[in-house]
């Protein structure tokens, strides 16, 4: 049952499973460590948690890269770069690296702006859905990808985008008020852009694979996280050290110094439930990047997947800790995903039936010829 081929259909099941398993449990401790003390809750703070979860995940990420080899990327070819030679798709995949290091952070910032949790989470998951239509148009045209945008991804684009935008409508007036706030809109467009280069080179390594090299998304995530973590711990010594080179003291700053001058008594277990969000790195990477599908597709069911799990996180923690069960907006836009779901299933019919007319999921296909570098 659970032994599938990469590229099929029942291999992009079992991603969604464990992305949406995961990312429940990311989205109930989120909200149980950020709960008020009066209600027995941790109550740690915006920055406090973001500082211990994304060590948490980092290392566990990070661990069993090294530990399984993923940085022997299976590549085009070698190119030398200041004196070191080195795989080619390193010049892009460590830029894509230092966005990701750019994306976590900002994610949980996103939280901390002075606007509704509701709207962050309409804008980022949007932008990303948004991004990835944009992606595919831009590499059709420069010829980098061959496939066409069926036109049930499109359709499925436009629900998913009316499931997201739902709350807008319940939201109350004044919640984009932000936007005249520098720092906000400092992060949310540090957050779009990172995501947009991200998502871009994720799949111009996707597309331009050389006939008889694999499609080594394990090699990518492995050097992509190796970067990520170098550009996280050496942007945590600069915050931590800007009060003093350079004057700053923002709340945001103080907060993230606090969190290791003077920890929470549950830092150690805020990073250990931080795992998971390490666990959902991998499979959100591959789901982004799977085989042969467009970046349309792949954003529209790495999206649709975390809306979901993310109402069910809400409904368990509501459940289990006395929390607010999911309103009105939450449901109504969960009708909207499942049509959006329905439209991409058909998509994905499609691709299916297209990939195998084209042999790109037979198995001498996927078997790359060319040694780890």
């Given amino acids: 049952m659970w032994k599938t081929k990469e590229g099929s259909t029942g291999r992009l099941v079992q991603l969604c499973i464990g992305y949406f398993f995961f990312y429940i449990i990311t989205g109930v401790s989120v909200k149980y460590f950020l709960g008020k003390p009066e209600l027995g809750f941790p109550g740690m703070n915006d920055m406090q948690y973001l ?62 702006l002075p606007i509704s949790v509701m709207v962050a989470m309409v804008i980022m998951r949007g932008s990303v859905i948004v991004i990835s239509r944009i992606v595919d148009e831009i590499q059709i045209r420069k010829g980098i990808l061959k496939k066409r945008i069926y036109l049930e991804e499109n359709v499925a684009v436009g629900f998913a985008l009316i499931a997201v935008g739902i709350n807008i409508f ?83 700053i103080i907060d993230f110094a606090n969190s290791f001058t ?50 069910a996180a809400t409904l368990i923690f509501a459940i289990s800790f006395g929390g607010k069960f999911p309103g009105t907006a939450d449901w109504l836009s969960l009708v909207f995903i499942l049509i959006a779901v ?20 037979d198995d001498d296909i996927n078997n790359g010829v060319v040694k780890p570098a």
Avoid at 62 to 76: A, R
Avoid at 85 to 98: A, N, Q, R, T, V
Avoid at 342 to 361: C, D
């Fill in 51 to 112: 500082v211990y979860s994304t060590i948490g995940g980092n290392m566990f990420a990070l661990v069993i890269v090294i530990m399984l080899g993923w940085y022997k990327l299976q590549s085009n070819g070698m190119t030398t770069f200041l004196g070191i030679k080195m795989p080619e798709e390193f010049l892009y995949i460590i830029p894509s690296g230092i966005c990701t290091a750019v994306v976590i952070p900002t994610t949980t910032l996103m939280y901390s």
């Fill in 342 to 361: 329905g439209f991409i299933s058909i998509a994905e019919k499609k691709r299916t039936a297209e990939l195998k007319a084209t042999h790109e999921l």
């Fill in 170 to 252: 319940y939201g109350k007036q004044g919640e984009f008020d932000f936007i005249y706030n520098v720092a906000a809109m400092t992060i949310l467009i540090s957050y779009i852009i990172a995501y947009f280069i991200r998502i871009y080179i994720m799949n111009y390594f996707k597309n331009t694979r050389a006939k008889g090299v694999k499609q080594d998304n394990k090699g990518y995530f492995g050097v992509e996280q190796i970067a990520a973590s170098i550009t996280m711990i050496l942007g945590g010594i600069f915050v931590l050290l800007s009060p003093q080179l350079l004057g700053w003291n923002a709340k945001q």
């Fill in 262 to 311: 003077t920890p929470h008594s549950m830092w150690g277990w805020a990073i250990l439930a931080g795992t998971a969000f390490g666990i959902v790195a991998f499979f959100s990477v591959f789901i982004f990047m799977f085989k042969g599908r467009t970046a349309t597709f792949a954003g529209l069911v790495n999206r649709l997947t975390s809306l979901i799990a993310g109402t």
